[in-house]
């Protein structure tokens, strides 16, 4: 098959909007949400709960749960291809073929009644039609790809037999069993020990230069975001609150969330006497108020802001934000003026 | 003594106003059916029927108001001996919902407390009563209420303590399935460590926990206690003639099915329909209480 | 300042497998001879991953489970030799705070309930005097008096945290453990209670044993730390110099593993082979040697014992 010219995104999402129905309210859990990856690029997905960050990646992949869940509208590109109006039978045969997706808990990502053996099988055979010898070599070459020691025997071992770490490599292979263009992982180290963590990340970075997928990284830990993300962006109730390089998202937040964010999570030497919190709750997405969904906790807070969300604007070349305090032509009041 | 404003610089938290729920749609038909029975059976006296024992060799067999030969004054009929069948339908719902009631009321309150005793202290205490538990669900109903019914006689009581017996090992069961995932949550460790001993940790917060499960339980058993009282009943073994039980009401009409067809059928009817209503009502308590749905 | 809590060689075995004439064949060595003292008016932190027996630890300070062997003095006290009074008078004195904000608070009572009951159980306050009471913890962790008529389900987990906190300190107790207590916690809401925390700290003289697997959060809130290994702890001491130089090759590995939010920040890699040994077989000698970069013949054999060394106590051949 071909390749693309490198000069298009691998995925290119564009004001992607899924709802969810629920007993309190409808709840805009994507709503208006742009973005694009490329290839060999890691972008950060970074959240709460209730941010819309897991439901933007299962609206990529149009596993949104139905009937509740509804895409309502956007563009997501996969090489060109717009995804939304491609009929179920044509999504099949892109997931796990092209977009791959590793989940937070491997234990119920894999079948506990089958040996890792059986389970790599499937996909392999699905989408390079090998059988028997073959099909069973290139299962053990993909456990050696994700560094998994004595491969060969491990074929024959069930889920439970493993640690967790090792059970979410095994997802990993059978993830990049096709290879995919694009690799979604949901919080994939979350549940993992903290060395095993630095283990995995290294992995995912391996796997990712190998076959130059697109990786989109969700969490709420930002120091994995330091760590293997080339962009980043913030999520909050259902937006794209900004968008950038990590290392200028990281040292020149332009959005209040992503600065409040950043201030408040504890750094191992710098032994402050309080942590700057973020005050307020979540948002409550069945009842969001008008305008910006952040203006009831933002330290900077204008009138404007409880009145209309603000558009995307750019600070810089490939650095985005939604805030009325980086929108040219709006001045900032004297009083709740941001920090220089 | 309360925090001066100053002290703790946290300004004081927003406590979100409870969202406001969608009214839960009820389910209309079992409730109807189940609210209709009841009331009949509970203001029976009151309704102006006939007498349910009165005989009348004359009207004896006579059809149902629609029917040519049948007339309103008996609008379901009569039975062998003339005694009007819509009567002694109401009048025995008293009798089948009395016991469902009772039946019920009395396995499930001592099964529950064995269950929440299994379930709590575990090792011997619980495999103790799991086994006993076990011995008694593997008891065939039936057979202890003719047992009782040859030795003793056939009667109410015996009805209610046959079933009751053996009905409360399933309650036992579920619940101390239930208990076992209540007491790994960290509430109760929580209660430990604030001092509470068994006895408060099990009424305060285990049992409340389990009223779902009881309710729906209850709901679903009712029916299942009906149709035993009714087959026992229909056997002989249940409550005995002439107090009108819709079991014997069928047993009566079994040698005339074909030609008088409505003798069976119309107190079969009422059983179909009430047990329905319990067990729809019961799913719908299920379903509603299943903490997975309620989250959407 | 006097130590509070006196915790030496402490063991608690989970057997497994009873044999038919109840022998029990192997154990879980869960905690493995752990030794340390928690100052009045300190927070301890505890790390380590999964297995290392933080979480058994604090279940045997807290009463839920017996030691195997070894002992736990509470102000002076020995606290397996107590009788019955004085065994209500210490779990009066030692609290818990626990991770889950959705499993800790019975969703069947109301929050002034929940807040109320270690009094209802063990002091003989009439109505309003405990009602007094609970609008003062309220008032404490900074939720309005109205939380008290509410039910769990009600209210977001960080505010769920707070009710927790406050039924925590219902009874004023010198020591509260804080198992995970912001781990399950929105990003950020986490800084929220740790400020809530460290204020409790400071107005109430309570003190805290800390165990949580974020060692940025342990770093910041802890005056010292101990690390934990398969049972065993491995370094302890000040908390700056334990997280910023650490010493033992795991804990340098471990503190290596948290990743800094700063891009520029140094990242030295401190591989480890392989995975987590299970509890039931420890490797012999140091525990942790068939992982170690830096093992040598020793280390096989000899388990080290833990030893002062810069400043901080160390169990390594290495010192």
Known sequence: ????????????????????????????????????????????????????????????????????????????RLDGEDLLTKSEAEMRAIRGRRIAMILQDPMSSLNPVFSIGMQLREPIALYHRLRGHALAARAAELLAAVRIPSPVERLRAFPHQLSGGMRQRVVGAMAIAAPPRLLIADEPTTSL????????????????????????????????????CDRVAVMYAGRIVEMGPVRRLFTRPAHPYSRALLESIPRLGRRTGRLTAIEGQPPDLARLPAGCAFAPRCPSVMERCRVEAPPETVVEAGHVTRCWLETPGIAAPVAGAPPA | MPAEPGALALPEMDVPAAPTRRALRLPRFPLAVIGLFVLAAVVAPLLGLPDPHAQSLRDRFKPPGWEEAGSWKHPLGTDRLGRDLLSRIVWGSRVSLAAGVVTVLAASAFGAAVGLTAGYYGGRVDAVLMRVTDATMSFPVILLALILAVTVGPSFTNVVTAIAVILWARYARVIRGQVLTLVQLDFVAQARIAGAGAWRIITRHLLPNTFGTLLVLVTLQIGYVIIVEASLSFLGAGIPPPTPAWGSMIAEGRDVVTRAWWVSLFPGLAILLVVLAFNLLGDWLRDTFDPKLRQL | ?????????????????????????????????????????????????SGCGKTTTSKLVLGLERPTSGTIRFQGEE???????????????????????YASLDPRMRVGAIIAEPLVINERLDRSARRRRVLELLDLVSLPARAADLYPHEFSGGQRQRVAIAR??????????????????????????????????????????????????????????????LGQIVESGPAEAVALAPRHPYTQALFAAALPIDVDAPRPEVPLAGEVPSPLRPPAGCRFHPRCPHVMPVCATDPPALRPHAGRDVACHLY
Request: hydrophobic share 45%.
């Open chain 3, 1 to 49: 300042m006097s130590a509070l809590l006196e915790v030496s060689a402490l063991t608690k075995h989970f057997p497994v497998r009873r044999g038919l004439l109840g022998r029990s064949t192997e154990a879980v060595r869960a905690v493995d001879g752990v030794s340390f003292t928690l100052e009045a008016g300190t927070t301890f932190g505890l790390v380590g991953e």
């Open chain 3, 79 to 101: 606290v397996g030799a107590l009788d019955r009074a004085q065994r209500r008078g210490y779990r009066r004195a030692v609290q818990a705070v626990f991770q889950d904000p």
């Open chain 1, 1 to 76: 098959m071909s390749r693309p010219p490198a000069s298009r995104p691998v995925i290119d999402v564009r004001d992607l909007r899924t709802h969810i129905v629920t007993r309190w309210g409808t709840v805009k859990a994507v709503d208006g949400v742009s973005f694009t990856v490329d290839e060999g690029e890691t972008l950060g997905l970074v959240g709460e709960s209730g941010s819309g960050k897991s439901m933007t990646c299962l609206s990529l992949l149009r596993l949104v749960p139905r009937p509740a869940a509804r895409i309502l509208g956007g563009q997501v």
């Open chain 1, 193 to 228: 020990d903290l060395t095993i963590q630095s283990q995995y990340l290294g992995l995912l970075e391996e796997l990712q230069e190998r076959h130059r997928l697109a990786l989109v990284f969700v969490t709420h830990n930002l120091g994995i975001v330091a760590r293997i």
């Open chain 3, 168 to 229: 925590a300190l219902a009874l004023s107790p010198r020591l509260v453990v804080l198992d995970e207590p912001v781990s399950a916690l929105d990003v950020s809401i986490r800084a929220q209670i740790l400020n809530l925390l460290r204020e409790l700290q400071e107005r109430l003289g309570v003190s805290y044993l800390f165990i949580a697997h974020d060692l940025a959060a342990v770093a910041h809130m802890s005056h010292t730390i101990a690390v934990m290994y």
